[in-house]
């Protein structure tokens, strides 16, 4: 047999992302969806652009990058021609400048504060940014997100705010080794998207419900997520450095 002449690397990413659609496609489908109904993000923390731009010539078409410094470093390597860029990391006010109009969607408000911070930029630049709201659904301490029982309200308010267009909801689930208490969590998650979707509130279009990560997306999918952001089931292990 001949051997491959791609990196090893390179032949990870092609095989990792062949399982997880698979899989993705498999839980759609258990979840009553067409087996296309759920959108991959491959999440690029830490990952050099060479492996990126491998992920997108197979076929990726979002990537997720956790900090602007990061992904404002890396833009002019990537060939983005057929991909969708979305910040999903927590986004600090003096970094919002920076941020709005270079990614379609900024999933990780998580304050009124920084809504209207996005927005006034927004609107400086012409644009309109679409935005999710980020939600604490586990209600930890150590997270940023509205709690679940104020998403309703704060949605409403930032809905009047120019410059931004709620499009859906992202959350981060806490770690659970109990599968159902999980999906639990994930079906709280998604009750509450279609509760806000059902208000009808001008300027808010609930598309995305972004939830699931490389250990649990398959039962966040379950659960009634359209976006799942993955990253180390891709790319291998994250190797950090002083950068990042």
């Given at each position: 047999?001949?051997?491959s002449?791609l990196?090893?690397?390179?032949?990870?990413?092609?095989?990792n992302?062949?399982?997880?659609?698979?899989?993705?496609?498999?839980?759609?489908?258990?979840?009553?969806?067409?087996?296309?109904?759920?959108?991959?993000m491959?999440?690029?923390?830490?990952?050099?652009?060479?492996?990126?731009?491998?992920?997108?010539?197979?076929?990726?078409?979002?990537?997720?990058?956790?900090?602007?410094?990061?992904?404002?470093?890396?833009?002019?390597?990537?060939?983005?021609s057929?991909?969708?860029?979305?910040?999903?990391?927590?986004?600090?006010s003096?970094?919002?400048?920076?941020?709005?109009?270079?990614?379609?969607?900024?999933?990780?408000?998580?304050?009124?504060?920084?809504?209207?911070?996005?927005?006034?930029?927004?609107?400086?630049?012409?644009?309109?940014?679409?935005?999710?709201?980020?939600?604490?659904?586990?209600?930890?301490?150590?997270?940023?997100?509205?709690d679940?029982?104020?998403?309703?309200?704060?949605?409403?308010?930032?809905?009047?705010?120019?410059?931004?267009?709620?499009?859906?909801?992202?959350c981060v689930?806490?770690?659970?080794?109990?599968?159902?208490?999980?999906?639990?969590?994930?079906?709280?998650?998604?009750?509450?998207?279609?509760?806000?979707?059902?208000?009808?509130?001008d300027?808010?279009?609930m598309?995305?419900?972004s939830?699931?990560?490389?250990?649990?997306?398959?039962?966040?999918?379950?659960?009634?997520?359209?976006?799942?952001?993955?990253?180390?089931?891709?790319?291998?292990?994250?190797?950090?450095?002083?950068?990042?």
């Amino acid at each position: 047999m001949e051997k491959s002449s791609l990196n090893p690397e390179f032949e990870n990413i092609t095989e990792n992302l062949k399982v997880i659609r698979e899989r993705i496609a498999k839980a759609s489908l258990a979840s009553g969806r067409d087996e296309n109904a759920v959108d991959l993000m491959a999440v690029t923390k830490t990952i050099d652009s060479a492996r990126i731009n491998y992920a997108l010539s197979q076929g990726v078409d979002l990537i997720g990058e956790n900090r602007v410094q990061e992904f404002m470093s890396k833009i002019n390597e990537l060939d983005m021609s057929s991909c969708k860029a979305h910040l999903i990391g927590h986004l600090q006010s003096n970094k919002a400048k920076k941020i709005v109009g270079e990614v379609d969607v900024i999933q990780s408000v998580d304050t009124v504060s920084i809504a209207r911070e996005i927005a006034k930029h927004a609107l400086s630049r012409e644009i309109e940014q679409k935005v999710l709201l980020e939600v604490n659904i586990g209600c930890e301490w150590s997270k940023f997100g509205f709690d679940i029982s104020e998403v309703p309200e704060r949605a409403a308010e930032i809905a009047e705010i120019s410059g931004i267009k709620v499009k859906g909801l992202m959350c981060v689930a806490p770690i659970c080794d109990d599968k159902t208490e999980l999906l639990h969590i994930f079906e709280n998650m998604h009750k509450l998207f279609i509760d806000i979707c059902n208000k009808k509130m001008d300027n808010i279009n609930m598309e995305i419900l972004s939830m699931g990560m490389s250990g649990d997306y398959e039962t966040a999918i379950l659960a009634g997520a359209n976006l799942v952001r993955v990253g180390s089931a891709i790319f291998g292990p994250r190797i950090y450095s002083d950068k990042h």
